[in-house]
């Protein structure tokens, strides 16, 4: 038996590379941003009031709390329409220390099949039986409603990361209600972009009272880091006593505190910013060619993603369009299906109308 892991670890990077799937760390600062999440531009323009504390000082638990970090969960509570809450250090480990203590052996969580990575590694670490549904499919959840036993938990997403759909949340709650199965939401794509004032998609229909818990991460549209868990007062004492990701780290510093609540002080007057966003998205599709609009995956968000299919091709797309000065990402197997391969191109409401008609012009040249 070999038992040499540098061999191990050199052979499933040759395997990536072989696949032209390899992830490398790149720094494209100097390229317009046509890729990251922030999408209203808060990431450049927080006002940050100076922090009276250098750093993190513990877990929350232990010496981490202040009254600052529960003032702020009842100031986004009320801003989002909700019982309580409590901030985790990032959307990542909201989800991981919320789905992996939710459920027990004996429930069920059933989740769409493009949720997000941080969702289904925490329904691994939970005790439950999980299934998937198609995506945005209302047949499939109901016939895995159908299979379930047990408290019945269902995770989707507000806004889809790599496609920029939107959940059918009506739909959704409709047959959630008929089988008392009880609704995640994460809206790490819709806070700031979705309903006025940005407050998420569940507050833009006047779902929220039908929703379990709702993630609102701060990590997108709002230019910072950390991510809230919504729901009722019960939630957040049980979250408190068995979330594994809340309990044993340190807190979030003072100063993340305060650009978390410049954030959403900006949020509150930030209609103008979030009309513009959509402004550039509808100028966006609208200059694209028919041949192009039969690649893009139909999406009214930020996210506009157009098929490149094959690894390869979806790479080399990247490389030349960044070689004219975009800074757009192609999305590979395995974080996409094979044959769903794409160009993510993520739309802001500081791209002025001149670099969106560049960017276009660059993907009509390159993908035919």
């Given at each position: 038996?070999?038992?040499?892991?540098?061999?191990?670890i050199?052979?499933?990077?040759?395997?990536?590379?072989e696949?032209?799937s390899?992830?490398?760390?790149?720094?494209?600062?100097?390229?317009?941003?046509?890729?990251?999440?922030?999408?209203?531009?808060?990431a450049?323009?927080?006002?940050?009031?100076?922090?009276?504390?250098?750093?993190?000082?513990?877990?929350?638990?232990i010496?981490?709390?202040?009254?600052?970090?529960?003032?702020?969960?009842?100031k986004?509570?009320k801003?989002?329409?909700?019982?309580?809450?409590?901030?985790f250090?990032?959307?990542?480990?909201a989800n991981?220390?919320?789905f992996?203590?939710?459920?027990?052996?004996?429930?069920?969580?059933i989740?769409?099949?493009?949720i997000?990575a941080?969702?289904?590694?925490?329904?691994?670490?939970?005790?439950?039986r999980?299934?998937?549904?198609?995506?945005?499919?209302?047949?499939?959840?109901e016939?895995?409603?159908?299979q379930?036993?047990?408290?019945?938990?269902?995770?989707?997403?507000?806004?889809?990361?790599?496609d920029?759909?939107?959940?059918?949340?009506?739909?959704?709650?409709?047959v959630?209600?008929?089988?008392?199965a009880?609704?995640?939401?994460?809206?790490?794509h819709?806070?700031?972009?979705?309903?006025?004032?940005?407050?998420?998609?569940?507050?833009?229909?006047?779902?929220?009272?039908?929703?379990?818990?709702?993630?609102?991460?701060?990590g997108?549209?709002?230019?910072?880091?950390?991510?809230i868990?919504?729901?009722?007062?019960?939630?957040r004492?049980?979250?408190?006593?068995?979330?594994?990701?809340?309990?044993?780290?340190?807190?979030?510093?003072e100063?993340?505190?305060?650009?978390?609540?410049?954030?959403y002080?900006?949020?509150?007057?930030?209609?103008?910013?979030?009309?513009?966003?959509?402004?550039?998205?509808?100028?966006?599709?609208?200059?694209?060619?028919?041949?192009l609009?039969?690649?893009?995956?139909?999406?009214?968000?930020?996210?506009?993603?157009?098929?490149?299919?094959?690894?390869?091709?979806?790479?080399?797309?990247?490389?030349?369009?960044?070689?004219?000065?975009?800074?757009?990402?192609?999305?590979?197997?395995?974080?996409?299906?094979?044959?769903?391969?794409?160009?993510r191109?993520?739309?802001?409401?500081?791209?002025?109308?001149?670099?969106?008609?560049?960017?276009?012009?660059?993907?009509?040249?390159?993908?035919?």
């Amino acid at each position: 038996m070999n038992y040499n892991i540098k061999d191990k670890i050199r052979n499933k990077l040759s395997n990536r590379e072989e696949q032209s799937s390899l992830r490398s760390l790149s720094d494209n600062s100097n390229l317009i941003d046509f890729c990251s999440n922030d999408y209203l531009g808060f990431a450049k323009t927080l006002p940050c009031k100076k922090s009276t504390k250098q750093g993190a000082t513990g877990s929350r638990l232990i010496s981490g709390n202040s009254s600052q970090f529960e003032s702020l969960e009842q100031k986004i509570a009320k801003f989002h329409n909700a019982e309580s809450g409590i901030i985790f250090n990032s959307g990542y480990d909201a989800n991981i220390g919320l789905f992996s203590c939710i459920a027990d052996k004996g429930d069920t969580i059933i989740y769409d099949q493009y949720i997000h990575a941080s969702i289904r590694d925490g329904i691994r670490l939970s005790n439950a039986r999980s299934f998937s549904f198609e995506h945005n499919n209302i047949d499939g959840l109901e016939k895995k409603l159908q299979q379930a036993s047990g408290h019945i938990l269902v995770a989707i997403e507000s806004v889809y990361s790599m496609d920029g759909d939107k959940a059918p949340l009506e739909k959704i709650v409709a047959v959630c209600e008929k089988y008392k199965a009880n609704i995640i939401l994460d809206e790490a794509h819709a806070t700031g972009v979705l309903g006025k004032k940005g407050v998420g998609l569940a507050q833009s229909l006047n779902l929220e009272s039908k929703i379990f818990a709702r993630i609102h991460t701060f990590g997108k549209a709002m230019g910072c880091h950390g991510a809230i868990v919504l729901g009722s007062k019960d939630l957040r004492a049980y979250l408190i006593n068995f979330a594994r990701s809340f309990i044993y780290t340190t807190a979030l510093s003072e100063h993340n505190l305060n650009a978390i609540q410049s954030a959403y002080e900006k949020l509150n007057d930030a209609e103008e910013i979030i009309g513009q966003l959509h402004d550039n998205i509808g100028l966006f599709q609208s200059l694209l060619s028919k041949n192009l609009q039969s690649k893009l995956i139909p999406s009214t968000s930020p996210i506009q993603g157009i098929l490149v299919p094959g690894n390869k091709n979806a790479k080399k797309a990247e490389v030349e369009l960044q070689a004219k000065g975009l800074d757009i990402r192609a999305i590979l197997h395995p974080t996409v299906q094979k044959g769903a391969e794409r160009i993510r191109i993520c739309i802001h409401s500081f791209n002025t109308k001149e670099e969106i008609k560049m960017c276009v012009e660059c993907i009509e040249k390159l993908i035919i």
